[in-house]
């Protein structure tokens, strides 16, 4: 059951947010029995909090609920959907300032439960919305949940080939075309790094393509880290740092769930979805300290650590993705604990080689609501990735500036007259908040849909792209 509904003519109960710093407007309008029992309650109308308010004869007639930020509409509700009884609401009353849109959405994403091994004690309450805002909220709300759930999946059910199957029923919805490289298919066809990473696990590495769009729209390739599960490889991660590794495919997850909204507004681009899918494991075929491989782009990289391997299948796929010549390119990647030292688990790291870019999807970020922050792509680190026997080593030494010189390595793989933004992002909740349950989150993704929506927002006069015209080159 869906936490949203189309309004209709069918009865709603009430429910009123209220700006805190005109509380007593709008406690004027109660009754006095009302009041004195907000009162008694302790209701102060203080930030976040509700009050259930019953009619003459008992029954539930209203809510009241104190919104924390009146700037900040995602927030207003998402502490409503299971902490109100069952049933169907509607918003009777709001700030001026605040965003239908928003307040939707907001109690949507709070209503997500991850169900596929425990059910929910109970069903979320439901709200009641316009049309044009169902609309608007619905693609958003289910992308959030996509991405969600492939990454609460443990690793035992999302391996690189449960992630392929992923992709694979994205384009058999969107008519989209797909290609797929499996194990030593990889050497055959050169992506040495990503098979490099990959091939200690009984699970084969692979490379997943989707292609959706016309060949005279502008390029835009997705590319997404899929480490399905990360030991960290012969430099063994410790059991702490290893417990939460099913989340290594983050990033993957997000350009997923990007690619299918992308899809479903049918921008007028020529999609290149790429999905680079390994588990870093250990056996006798793991890839060693010490190991130098030649990528894709011919650079030789020399293994400094084994668990820094995500930047290893990314730059293959960013290598291949640069061959298409693409307007934008956009990587996700939960790719440093550096990036989480800097910016705290709340705030996705972003880079990129075009300042234009990097600000407008920050801007983007912040309409949204999902705010992602800049960092530098600081050139004088890249002595940081000097190696004494190959082009770069993919670990700097000396632990400094992680999520930059990370970046750095992967830039090494995108031309600079290719604009590519770089999301290094953490996609995790480490406990219970309004709106974000405990466990997988999307970080970056609404921002970076609002971002290609102004960027790649339907042309003067072209007509949304038609199924019989997608499966681009």
């Known amino acids: 059951m869906s936490a949203l509904f189309e309004l209709g003519p069918e009865p709603a109960i009430p429910v009123e947010i209220i700006d805190p710093a005109h509380r007593e407007t709008a406690l004027r309008r109660l009754s006095a029995a009302q009041r004195r029992w907000l009162e008694q309650s302790g209701f102060t109308a203080a930030a976040g909090q509700h009050a259930l308010l019953a009619d003459a004869h008992g029954a539930l007639s209203r809510v009241l609920v104190a919104m924390a930020d009146p700037s900040n509409s995602l927030q207003a509700l998402a502490s409503l959907p299971y902490s109100l009884p069952e049933g169907q609401y509607r918003i009777a009353a709001a700030p001026p300032a605040s965003d239908p849109v928003q307040l939707a959405l907001g109690w949507a994403l709070a209503a997500y439960r991850f169900e596929r091994y425990r059910k929910a004690p109970r069903r979320p309450a439901q709200l009641g919305v316009d049309a044009a805002v169902l609309e608007q909220v619905l693609p958003l709300a289910t992308a959030t949940g996509m991405v969600r759930d492939l990454v609460n999946t443990p690793a035992e059910h999302m391996g690189p080939k449960q992630l392929a199957e ?13 290609k797929e490289w499996v194990g030593d298919e990889l050497l055959s066809d050169n992506f040495p ?17 989707l292609n959706w769009g016309k060949a005279s729209h502008p390029g835009l390739v997705l590319v997404g880290k899929g480490v399905c599960f990360d030991t960290g490889g012969l430099d063994l991660k410790p059991s702490s740092g290893m417990r939460w590794m099913k989340k290594d495919m983050g990033g993957a997850a997000h350009a997923i769930a990007l690619a299918e909204l992308v899809m479903q507004a049918k921008l007028p681009v020529r999609l290149s979805l790429l999905i680079p899918a390994v588990e870093n494991a250990v056996s006798g075929p793991a890839m060693r300290p010490g190991d130098i491989i030649t990528t894709r782009a011919g650079i030789t990289v020399e293994v400094d650590n084994t668990d820094a391997e995500g930047r290893l299948v990314l730059c293959d796929a960013l290598a291949y993705g640069a061959e298409r010549k693409p307007e934008l390119m956009i990587d996700f990647a939960t790719l440093t604990g550096a990036a989480r030292v800097a910016l705290g688990p709340e705030l996705p790291a972003l880079f990129g080689n075009h300042t234009a870019s990097t600000q407008a999807l920050q801007s983007a970020g912040d309409r949204q609501h999902d705010p992602v922050w800049p960092l530098p792509l600081w050139q004088p680190y890249m002595r940081m990735l000097d190696s004494s026997f190959a082009d770069i080593s993919n670990c700097a030494q000396g632990g400094h500036a992680g999520a930059i010189t990370a970046a750095l390595y992967l830039q090494r793989f995108v031309p600079a007259d290719i604009d590519w933004l770089h999301l290094d992002t953490y996609a995790w909740n480490d406990a219970d908040r309004p709106g974000r349950p405990r466990g997988g989150e999307a970080m970056g993704l609404r921002a970076s849909f609002a971002y290609l929506q102004q960027r790649f927002g339907r042309r003067h006069g072209e007509a949304a792209t038609e199924p019989a015209s997608q499966g681009g080159a």
């Open 166 to 178: 992923a992709v694979k029923q994205l384009a058999k919805a969107h008519k989209a075309r797909i």
């Open 193 to 209: 790094t990503i098979h490099a990473v990959g091939r200690a696990s009984h699970r084969s590495p692979r490379l997943i393509e």
